[in-house]
């Protein structure tokens, strides 16, 4: 039977401060269960970003609830259970004084806390962690001198060291290059054998199509949840009401792949 991981429930969200009003969500209703591979995609500011901070508990939901595993967004505290890719780690990254293997062990001190030291089993999975996104030879390179999409896939692994159960990825792929991004959705794919729970975030829809099982649109409010298959046969009609601009769908390889 289906275990819901992410129950989200009627909610709505309008940033306000002094001089406006801006509503992101509005009446968001969505389930994802246990190892679901789900892309959340979307025009710009069309509010995956602030569903995925609601999600997070980064904000507090101001109509509707979210479940994760059963429990309020307001109570949880997300714990190892939830690796996460923000969209702004590699801004994060400029001119900080550490080394990779420094910024991918971080995401182990949720689950050690801050002053345990770090074992074998842990240097293990670190080795292991930065084979799977292909940034061994960069272990002991300083963050500040990666690249863009370096320092991306060293964020990737710190989401994904200490083996969470599910993967939140705001546009984890922005500024990676094609194999990358290929080997990327390698790993997501492994992953998902082993029943992790994915939310991705993204824009880039041909690879969606290829690789997640259902999507869901959102412009505040959501206009489609359905298997990839069912997204990738909306009509350019629907696709353009959901983006608010005209979209074309150009065939590749005798599927079909939306270009914008
Ligand atoms: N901190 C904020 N204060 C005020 N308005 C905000 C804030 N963050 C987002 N917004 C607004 O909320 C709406 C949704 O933004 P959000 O970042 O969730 O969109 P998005 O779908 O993630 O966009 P993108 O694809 O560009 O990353 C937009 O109109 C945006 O301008």
Redesign the pocket.
């Known amino acids: 039977m289906a275990e819901p991981v992410f129950e989200i429930k009627d909610i709505s969200y309008t940033?306000k401060?002094k001089l406006e009003h801006?509503p992101?969500l509005k009446n968001i209703n969505l389930k994802i269960d246990k190892g679901d591979f789900v892309a959340l995609v979307?025009?710009?500011?069309?509010?995956?970003?602030?569903?995925i901070k609601l999600i997070l508990g980064v904000l507090k939901p101001q109509q509707g609830e979210i479940y994760i595993n059963g429990q309020s967004s307001r109570r949880y505290k997300a714990g190892q259970e939830i690796g996460y890719v923000s969209?702004k780690s590699n801004s994060f990254a400029k001119g900080f004084p550490a080394s990779v293997s420094e910024v991918v062990m971080s995401g182990l001190t949720k689950q050690k806390g801050l002053f345990k030291r770090f074992t074998k089993k842990d240097r293990d999975r670190l080795d292991e962690v930065l084979g799977m996104l292909d940034i061994g030879h960069l272990k002991d390179k300083n963050i500040s001198s990666l690249s863009g999409g370096q320092t991306q896939r060293v964020f990737i692994a710190r989401a994904l060291v200490n083996d969470p159960s599910i993967l939140v990825l705001d546009?984890p792929t922005v500024g990676i290059d094609n194999r990358h991004v290929k080997e990327f959705y390698e790993v997501l794919l492994k992953l998902k054998e082993r029943s992790v729970t994915i939310l991705l975030?993204t824009?880039d829809i041909g690879v969606v199509v290829d690789n997640a099982d259902e999507v869901a649109c959102?412009n505040e409010h959501l206009h489609f949840h359905g298997t990839n298959h069912e997204f990738k046969n909306l009509g350019e009609a629907e696709l353009s009401k959901i983006y608010g601009f005209p979209l074309q769908l150009v065939s590749h390889d005798h599927d079909r792949e939306c270009c914008i």
């Not at 979307?42 to 995956?48: E, L, R, V």
């Open positions: 940033y401060d801006t992101a979307g025009p710009n500011g069309s509010g995956k970003t602030t569903l969209q546009e975030v824009h959102l």
